[in-house]
């Protein structure tokens, strides 16, 4: 049962264009929104995270668009640089006393030179 | 600040061995995870502790078990490995359930 699906399973964007990965979640109840990045052979890390009571949250050139109607998030990458090129993670959880995350399938991102 | 480490790195087993994987933390978090990697499947939940002493199924926890005797460390076992435990284990720890998770670098685990 995959309550979290993410899109597309791979992308390549040009140096400075526009990455957008997209998200979609199925149970209501999740309540925090978070994105991982990993690059080859390291584990994932935090990038940005997001909460429902908030449709849009920016951190530099990183940004997660959240429309709770549609059940959906997004993450924008600005200004993509090859130091980009990984593979991202989103995830969703509920509040509770482990924070259970549920990880999307993962987007392997290219961003060429 | 090793924050934290998973040993081994890389281990081939073959069908019906044990083995356990060592997740060891130094940020004197309290819950720690274990998770498996697969292609195409994002990362999965295998078992989890809220403390020390305690542990939780996750979403796939059968033909592992876990046990966290030290708050620092969260051990998982395989009893009789099988091929369908082919993955990149996992292993992330913070400090409380709404924290950050941090991961490790994996540990790359074939069983033939």
């Known amino acids: 049962q995959q309550q979290v699906k993410q899109s597309p399973q791979s992308l390549i964007v040009q140096k400075g264009g526009i990455s957008i990965i997209n998200c979609a979640y199925e149970?209501?109840?999740?309540?925090?929104f978070p994105w991982y990045q990993q690059f080859p052979g390291k584990g994932p890390a935090l990038l940005i995270a997001?909460?429902?009571?908030?449709s849009e949250k920016k951190e530099g050139r990183f940004t997660i668009s959240f429309n709770k109607s549609a059940k959906q998030f997004s993450l924008h990458i600005m200004d993509s640089q090859p130091g980009d090129s990984a593979t991202y993670f989103c995830a969703a959880s509920l509040t509770g006393s482990a924070r259970q995350l549920t990880f999307g399938s993962g987007t392997q991102l290219t961003v060429l030179p | 600040n090793a924050g934290v480490t998973q040993t081994p790195k890389f281990r081939v087993l073959k069908t019906g061995q044990s083995m356990t994987l060592l997740c060891a933390q130094d940020?004197?978090?309290?819950?720690m995870y274990w998770y498996r990697q697969d292609p195409g499947m994002g990362l999965r939940l295998i078992h989890y502790?809220?403390?020390?002493?305690?542990?939780a199924k996750g979403e796939v926890p059968d033909g592992y078990n876990v046990s966290r005797l030290k708050k620092q460390n969260f051990l998982l076992g395989l009893e009789s490995a099988a091929p369908s435990q082919t993955s990149v284990y996992f292993c992330a720890s913070n400090d409380r359930g709404n924290q950050p998770q941090h991961f490790g670098d994996g540990t790359r685990l074939s069983i033939l």
């Open positions: 149970n209501t109840a999740f309540d925090y």
């Open positions: 502790s809220v403390g020390e002493g305690t542990t």
């Open positions: 997001i909460r429902p009571d908030v």
């Open positions: 940020m004197n978090h309290e819950y």
